[in-house]
């Protein structure tokens, strides 16, 4: 059996009948008049009231859309893909395109996307309705007042907010792209009662009935003068309180006016109650943020539906931050996917390059060409590093080794990394290393990481033949690097931001520089890591620059633990059996014959199943397995070799192009004795065996 409503629960139609049937009892008393003029009067505050925080609640729920939106587009425009993309053509349809396609709503609003060059020109969007040439000439106006701004167009009976954020040089502040973007003003309504409109408009609208607020917005809005408009006259009509006599006796009219007024107060109370309680829980949502605590589902059915649809834009904006997260975690994947393909290529070639300088030594045109392919492989190894690092280490992901470190050796091998950079540019470099030991906790690779950056990032910047100084200094409990040079300096627009991503000195025409602007901010984040503190200083253009690393010393008396020296030759004592496995067939021929040039006997196959049958009935000292081998990974293969009698003493080496810790990790927990990254390079492979061998057995 159905039950009977209540009073608090039925819908605000029933309560003003409710309330109207008992006005029109009342009015037959001799107190009718006074008492209908003051229920009435209450009523109707309660009508604008209600009118009034409904018009304010839209306009808030417009301008949080539009702030989602403006900021939206900011990430997006902050986003390294799309800095990428102005400089990588060849990859703009492997994952600008994707990223672009993936940006179709915000808050449930279609938004159209396009990414242009600094020349206003398309280079992807996520759609097929198009900009028009009104719009695309704003666009290039903006472009070149270099100035992000908001316009309305007006297209036939509809209208559309147009909306530029630029993408810029840090330095110069110049924009070399854009992403332009735009609404239709119908679909930034909260609903069908509502009116959306702008300056210029609203003469047209002065006498139209409603409530008007303006639209607090984005300052990239605010010339726009946006305010909404909300129509309660059904509401207000549902109000109006018909006039009808009736006769009572004088002592009942008190009475029944006493209860007119009790009633009309309370209801007035009751109609605001709910929508006070959805305005406090929206409160909370905008200190405390998006999270599981959604509106409490009570009161009139008016108030439950409104508060279902704020449930429901709720676990839409829920989802669209599960959502970012999914996309950043694919990001991450992504990235380390490009890293291993691109090794890949980058194996054969260096190992070519370098059996060319082994086997043509005497011939100077073959060894300088080695050497020039030598080093713009190591170039392309240092960025695609670079390029892993600055996204694990912005997002919080990088961890970094705990062991003590002396800062003398760890500048010294910088040094020796950097060497031929200075000397081919004909750099004078002095070192000034402090005699007594500087003992630091940390990590031994990322500290040599920072130092080797410095003054990668000194020579770049400084002109052939200039002066580089490096220092390493106690002062206090602090160890202090120093890295100066005398090259084209920092600008005083520059110095404050010359630890962001992206940011870069001015660029030559010739683009002799080079980079992508990381560097700097891969050495400020492991500084920070290691608890300490990197600054730049600068006279400014042409004045050189000095850049300072303050990192804390170990407490005195703290025991140093030794650090491993590097091995003492790349040569062998004798040659070794060899079985090289993968299935890059120019990768896997161009290590053997590096390896047989050295002396050693080699073995090649190109897959797992191979490997097996040739393990199976030959003896190998060393095998060095490709992770990525496609009929069965190298971890799998690792274990199956060992458990094979030819090969349990044998000795395996991980070779892949994937280099992260985690990689790392998995390869020893495979049972592999070492983990080379490609490409690799002749010394560093001959010093590993070299190191292996001369291991004692586990």
């Known amino acids: 059996m159905m039950a009977w409503p209540t009073f608090a629960t039925r819908s605000l139609t029933q309560r003003f009948a409710f309330a109207s049937a008992v006005l029109a009892a009342a009015a037959v008393l001799l107190v009718a008049a006074a008492s209908f003029w003051l229920v009435n009067r209450q009523h109707n505050a309660a009508v604008a009231l209600l009118e009034g925080r409904e018009a304010a609640f839209q306009a808030r729920t417009v301008g949080d859309t539009l702030a989602t939106l403006a900021s939206r587009m900011d990430e997006v425009a902050g986003s390294p893909i799309l800095a990428t993309a102005l400089v990588d053509s060849a990859g703009r349809e492997t994952y600008l395109a994707p990223f672009i396609n993936g940006l179709r709503q915000i808050n449930g609003i279609p938004v159209q996307v396009l990414f242009t060059d600094f020349e206003g020109k398309p280079i992807a969007g996520n759609g097929s309705e198009r900009f028009d040439p009104a719009q695309l000439a704003w666009l290039r106006a903006r472009l070149d007042e270099g100035k992000e701004s908001a316009a309305i167009f007006r297209q036939g009976p509809q209208a559309e907010l147009v909306g530029v954020s630029l993408l810029r040089y840090s330095r110069t502040n110049t924009p070399e792209g854009a992403l332009l973007y735009k609404v239709r003003m119908q679909d930034l309504r909260p609903g069908t009662a509502s009116a959306l409109g702008w300056q210029g408009q609203m003469a047209a609208r002065a006498h139209s009935p409603g409530t008007e607020v303006p639209v607090r917005v984005p300052p990239l809005f605010a010339h726009l003068g946006l305010s909404l408009r909300v129509d309660a006259s059904e509401l207000g009509h549902l109000l109006a309180t018909p006039w009808t006599q ?72 829920h989802r669209q931050q599960e959502h970012l997260q999914r996309e950043h975690r694919r990001k991450d994947e992504f990235l380390a996917m490009l890293a291993h393909e691109l090794r890949n290529p980058l194996a054969p070639i260096s190992s070519a390059a370098q059996l060319l300088r082994v086997l043509f030594a005497n011939e100077p045109r073959i060894r300088q060409t080695s050497e020039v392919i030598s080093r713009q492989v190591a170039h392309m190894t240092h960025l695609v590093d670079d390029l892993l690092d600055v996204s694990r280490v912005t997002r919080g992901l990088a961890t970094i080794e705990q062991a003590d470190v002396e800062l003398g050796a760890v500048l010294r091998e910088a040094v020796e990394q950097i060497t031929p950079l200075i000397e081919a540019r004909g750099h004078r470099l002095t070192v000034d290393i402090a005699g007594q030991p500087l003992p630091v906790c940390g990590d031994r690779t990322r500290l040599i990481q920072v130092a080797a950056n410095l003054l990668n990032n000194a020579a770049k910047y400084t002109p052939d033949g200039g002066e580089l100084r490096v220092a390493l200094r106690q002062e206090g409990e602090m160890a202090v690097l120093r890295v100066e040079d005398n090259g084209i300096g920092i600008g005083p627009d520059l110095l404050p931001v010359v630890f962001d991503l992206f940011t870069q000195a001015q660029r030559t025409p010739d683009r002799a520089q080079g980079g992508l602007g990381l560097g700097l901010a891969l050495v400020k984040k492991l500084v ?67 390896l047989d040039t050295a002396g050693h006997r080699v073995t090649v196959v190109h897959s797992a199943q191979a490997a097996l049958e040739v393990a199976g009935r030959e003896t190998f000292d060393f095998i060095l397995l490709d992770i990525g081998l496609p009929d069965m990974s190298g971890h799998e293969l690792a274990p199956a070799l060992k458990r094979l009698p030819c090969c349990a003493d044998a000795v395996l080496i991980a070779v892949s192009g994937y280099g992260q810790e985690q990689d790392r990790r998995m390869s020893r927990e495979a049972g592999f004795a070492a983990h080379l990254v490609k490409p690799i390079l002749a010394d560093e492979l001959m010093a590993t065996i070299a190191r292996l061998e001369a291991a004692p057995a586990a």
């Open 246 to 317: 009736y006769s009572l006796i004088g002592g009942s009219a008190a009475l029944i006016a006493l209860l007119v007024f009790l009633l009309g107060s309370r209801f007035s109370l009751g109609l605001t109650q709910d929508l006070r309680k959805l305005e406090q829980f929206a409160g909370r949502i905008g200190q405390e943020g998006i999270d599981e605590q959604r509106a409490e589902l009570a009161g009139s059915s008016e108030t439950i539906n409104l508060a279902r649809s704020i449930n429901g834009m709720l676990d839409r904006l």
């Open 528 to 594: 920070e890591l290691h608890g300490g503190a990197v600054e730049a200083h600068s006279g400014g253009a042409g004045q050189g620059s000095s850049f300072t690393v303050r990192l804390p010393l170990l407490a005195a008396g703290h025991g140093m633990v030794a650090t491993p020296a590097a091995a003492a030759g790349t040569g062998m004592a004798e040659a070794s059996r060899i079985l090289v496995v993968d299935d890059n067939v120019d990768a896997a021929d161009t290590l053997a014959m590096l």
